[in-house]
């Protein structure tokens, strides 16, 4: 058993389920918004029509399972996201002394990405930049060729359309999903009195403490990436 496939399998399902059950507290929610706004609508000798459920129909509404409250219903999901960022924690552990490079860099991407998705669902949105911003510059990096481990994998033609699939991969991650949820994270810092200097400092900071990070693990690295964390501080609104 690769073990690093169970980390990768637990923490897929942990997330899929939060997101499952994310859906159902939006739900939830807009029900109690619903009937929060019915009974502010009515008056206070309205009949809201709801005799039957006290009696008039046998008792029956009586025997109906009380639906969980939107509160206790985002708790299991937060719940769910903390055990996914664990396993994705661990996931990204066993990589770096069970796997070639290549596979545990993109471990770390996807671990990052389940910790920032924690942090901005619990409003942790300083940890959430830094967490999204890591995952944002080593896709990046994959989808445009920046980071080479061993250009060996790459040679023939099967390697080079395998190398190409791979990048597209990793460009689309980043531009549609992980930049859009960094945007919203920093959004929130500066809606919290971060300012644009700040924000562009605190940026750059992640970025060289993330190349640091993986100049440090992986030795053998080529890397040659341009700044992109800055640049996207500066683009915002």
């Given at each position: 058993v690769h073990y690093s496939l169970v980390s990768l399998f637990s923490a897929e399902r942990c997330r899929s389920h939060a997101m499952e059950i994310k859906a159902a507290y939006d739900d939830a929610v807009r029900e109690a918004k619903r009937l929060a706004s019915k009974r502010r609508k009515k008056g206070p000798g309205d009949d809201d029509g709801d005799d039957d459920d006290f009696g008039m129909n046998g008792g029956e509404s009586k025997k109906k399972k009380k639906k969980a409250s939107p509160a206790k219903i985002r708790r299991h999901y937060i719940n769910k996201l903390h055990k996914a960022a664990a396993y994705g924690t661990e996931l990204e552990e066993r990589t770096e002394v069970s796997c070639d490079d290549r596979t545990a860099i993109e471990a770390r991407a996807y671990a990052a990405w389940t910790r920032g998705t924690l942090a901005m669902e619990i409003g942790n949105w300083q940890t959430a930049c830094a967490e999204f911003g890591s995952a944002l510059t080593i896709c990046r990096a994959l989808g445009q060729g920046e980071l080479s481990v061993d250009a060996s994998m790459t040679s023939g033609r099967e390697g080079a359309a395998e190398d190409l699939e791979s990048r597209d991969f990793f460009s689309?991650?980043?531009?549609?999903?992980?930049?859009?949820?960094?945007?919203?994270?920093?959004?929130?810092?500066?809606?919290?009195?971060?300012?644009?200097?700040?924000?562009?400092?605190?940026?750059?900071?992640?970025?060289?403490?993330?190349?640091?990070?993986?100049?440090?693990?992986?030795?053998?690295?080529?890397?040659?990436?341009?700044?992109?964390?800055?640049?996207?501080?500066?683009?915002?609104?």
């Open positions: 689309s991650r980043a531009e549609h999903v992980i930049e859009p949820l960094l945007r919203f994270s920093q959004y929130e810092l500066q809606k919290g009195g971060m300012d644009q200097s700040d924000l562009r400092s605190f940026f750059e900071e992640q970025e060289v403490a993330e190349m640091k990070h993986l100049e440090a693990s992986f030795p053998k690295l080529s890397l040659k990436l341009p700044s992109t964390l800055g640049s996207l501080a500066c683009k915002s609104q």
